[in-house]
């Protein structure tokens, strides 16, 4: 296994268009995670997924943003109608169930939104 | 609600000095305290975790204490090397849940 996987690294999209991202997790692990972070922050949790069932969503994750994980495996981050502010690196991470399990981080996508 | 805080930065030092990054926190319960590092084009990784109060969390050199007391989980390594020059992250998580609450990072740049 070669870790946490995102695609795309980096997306540019015109202001008003829908953006979706992917994350593809180490493969046991049954958390999955999205944080944004923007320049000079730590990240900022979005939300998490135990398997396909998403169980906790911030106050940040608008009704334009729409997370999946539909098998359980990788997930899906979508923006709808996005703004300049949505401009941010979005991470993705996994974990196992432990309580103080580590988290494994993906590169992040870098979204530009112009 | 939780919440970290970490040491105005950034820090600049050379080759072998001491390093001391503070990181204060807030929170209900008894936390979980992480340590996360991200180098340059690199993503988060976990650099040393403690799960209760007066454990010590150690690895390549760096170290940090859970203080229950004084709700902090400083950051130390008594000589740097140039590589370890990144950003790097207090975080915490509550034991039932399971986000992580980071801090707003220190960068760290250490010059020859």
């Known amino acids: 296994d070669t870790g946490v996987s995102q695609n795309p690294r980096h997306k540019i999209t015109k202001r008003g268009q829908n953006v979706t991202f992917r994350c593809d997790p180490i493969?046991?692990?049954?958390?999955l995670y999205w944080y944004r972070q923007t320049l000079g922050q730590g990240p900022e949790f979005l939300t998490y997924?135990?398997?396909?069932?998403?169980?906790?969503k911030s106050r940040l994750l608008s009704d334009r943003f729409s997370a999946e994980r539909p098998k359980g495996s990788f997930s899906t981050l979508e923006i709808q109608r996005t703004e300049q502010g949505d401009s941010a690196m979005y991470l993705c991470?996994?974990?196992?169930?432990?309580?103080?399990?580590?988290?494994?981080f993906g590169q992040g996508t870098r979204l530009t939104v112009v | 609600g939780d919440s970290v805080t970490q040491m105005e930065g950034p820090v600049t030092l050379s080759e072998e000095a001491f390093l001391t990054i503070n990181c204060t926190y807030t929170?209900?319960?008894?936390?979980?305290l992480f340590w996360y590092v991200q180098y340059p084009g690199e993503g988060l990784q976990l650099l040393l975790k403690?799960?209760?109060?007066?454990d010590k969390g150690s690895n390549k050199g760096f170290e940090a204490t859970y203080r229950k007391e004084t709700t902090s989980f400083h950051l130390e390594k008594g000589s740097v090397q140039v590589s370890d020059s990144a950003v790097y992250f207090c975080?915490?998580?509550?034991?039932?849940?399971?986000?992580?609450?980071f801090g707003e990072g220190t960068q760290l740049t250490v010059n020859p």
């Open positions: 493969s046991e692990h049954n958390r």
């Open positions: 991470a996994s974990s196992s169930l432990q309580g103080a399990a580590e988290a494994f």
């Open positions: 403690a799960t209760k109060a007066d």
């Open positions: 997924f135990q398997n396909e069932a998403q169980l906790e």
């Open positions: 975080a915490l998580k509550k034991i039932s849940g399971s986000r992580l609450t």
């Open positions: 929170a209900t319960g008894y936390p979980s």
